[in-house]
């Protein structure tokens, strides 16, 4: 049984690119949820997406933005890189139904940008 | 807000000994429930051991105990026996049970384990 898998494993952008990370849940999961963690911090959530929506936020700006596919599947986009959007992505998935959200986390995506 | 708070960058241990690592949160919600998650160097978040707040059982798992002080809002980890494998970083984390989704974690502990 696969766990949660991410893509690409390390990326390297510029200032003011544009990227997309993605995300496969684990097997029977239906819920994904994205964070950032910047070096040396825990990590931050940016958004959980159930039923292709978007159903929670958390404090980040509107470069960050998602996507959830009939699959399960889900895609992290930031636009605009800043040099403070640095950090490792993390996703993670869940069943919607499970009591605490329990989640399962990925490996992460080490996003540079320079 | 909730916040969570390890107020212990780092922490070493010789192995076999027994260390604790701490973290207090604060909450006005009742019922939440209280995570250690360990990182290792490949980076998967993995969890250690979880603890409802209606509980007033201190959670074990194997070498993995927790020490739960609801009205101090205190939720440290024990490690007991430590292995070579325990070193990693510990991220205490939080989640309310009143229907939001969003797992709130602390700065973490690096944890050494000394041979």
């Known amino acids: 049984d696969a766990g949660v898998t991410q893509s690409p494993t390390h990326l390297i952008k510029t200032r003011g690119q544009q990227v997309t990370l993605r995300c496969s849940p684990k097997s029977g999961h239906d819920t994904v949820s994205w964070y950032q963690q910047a070096l040396g911090q825990g990590p931050q959530f940016i958004f959980q997406?159930?039923?292709?929506?978007?159903?929670q936020r958390g404090n980040f700006p509107d470069r960050f933005s998602g996507h959830q596919f009939p699959n399960y599947s889900s895609e992290l986009n930031v636009n605009a890189l800043l040099l403070g959007d640095s950090a490792l992505y993390l996703c993670a998935s869940s069943v919607d139904t499970s009591a605490y959200n329990e989640q399962f986390f990925g490996p992460g995506t080490r996003l540079t940008v320079l | 807000a909730q916040t969570v708070t390890q107020s212990q960058p780092e922490m070493s241990v010789q192995e076999a000994e027994t260390v604790t690592l701490s973290c207090t949160y604060d909450t006005s919600e009742s019922d939440y429930y209280l995570f250690w998650y360990k990182q290792p160097p490949s980076r998967q978040m993995i969890l250690v051991i979880r603890q409802e707040a209606y509980k007033q059982q201190n959670a074990t798992e194997n070498r993995f105990s927790v020490n739960f002080q609801k009205a101090a809002k205190s939720f440290s980890l024990k490690i007991s026996d430590s292995q070579l494998g325990d070193a990693a970083m510990y991220f205490c984390?939080?989640?309310?049970?009143?229907?939001?989704?969003?797992?709130?974690f602390g700065t973490g502990t690096r944890l050494k384990v000394l041979a």
């Open positions: 984390a939080y989640i309310s049970d009143s229907g939001t989704y969003k797992y709130i």
């Open positions: 997406y159930y039923e292709e929506e978007e159903r």
